[in-house]
């Protein structure tokens, strides 16, 4: 082939690259500008947790009695128990978006206890017996987390222990007679449980407000032995010790790892296309 013919044909080439070069960059000035999509950070969830609650509780009535060696078990008339104040703190772990689990201690106020006992030598009247009773309990907990709206996060659970009661100052007064009183206290574990419900609020990512009912079974009680009534051997008995609670309290989240991207986020289902 003679050079002339060459440097025609490398002509022809550099043209037709050229013209390419040309023709794509006017086909992409033509595209759309790349539309980037902000992925929102995904939220922090499980990981352990700290709790602090205050709370009121207002008490069913227990049933007091007495067993007398002589005339058998009286049973109490009329009986109350004060509404009493509680306090307690727990540590938690938060294991999925919809399951957390928490061990909390609590003390609850002493609360006055009346009930009116038949009495003999009174000619068919009553003695006034009063109590103070306050309890300690430890209870593990379990919540299920119903879901999220506006921060707002519902929640059932149920929780099992033990309670320590303590009853103390009991009092005895017969009509028209002295009071009474017997010194010391006596206390007891029991076995208790307690169902709940409520709702937190999300402050931040961290902090958390949360407001809730709570039943609460706390067993049985006894009194001191009263040392003047039969064989002095005897006490008087509180059965059923139930309470509905109303708590205020905050959790702290130390956010120990994050959740995972959703998955649409990591590989979009639809692809890529260009529309003109």
Partial sequence: MKDQDMG???????????AMAVSTAVFAADMPAPI?????EVPAVGGWYLRGDIGYKLYEEPKG?????????????????DDAWMIGA??????????????????ETPAGYKGL????????SYSVETADIDVWTVMLNGYVDIGTWYNITPYVGAGIGAAWVNVSNVKS???????????????????A??????????????WSIDAGYRYKNLGDAKSVKLHNVGTGQSRVKYK??????????????????????????????????RRF
């Fill in 8 to 18: 025609s044909v490398f002509k022809q080439l550099s043209l037709a690259g050229v």
């Fill in 36 to 40: 980037i999509e902000h992925i929102p």
């Fill in 65 to 81: 009695s007495f067993n007398d060696p002589v005339v058998g078990n009286l049973r109490f008339r009329s009986n109350e128990l």
């Fill in 90 to 107: 727990g540590v938690g772990y938060k294991f999925t978006d919809y399951f957390r689990a928490d061990l909390t201690v609590d003390y």
């Fill in 117 to 124: 006992a038949p009495c003999a030598p009174c000619f068919g």
């Fill in 173 to 191: 007064t017969n009509p028209g007679a002295a009071t009474t009183s017997y010194d010391g206290s006596h206390s007891q574990w029991n076995l």
């Fill in 193 to 206: 449980w307690a169902l709940m419900a409520g709702a937190s609020y999300a402050v931040t990512p961290n």
């Fill in 240 to 273: 059923d010790l139930t309470a509905h609670e109303i708590r205020l309290g905050v959790r702290y989240n130390f956010d120990s790892y994050a959740a995972s991207a959703p998955q649409s986020m990591l590989y979009p289902s639809e692809p890529i296309t």
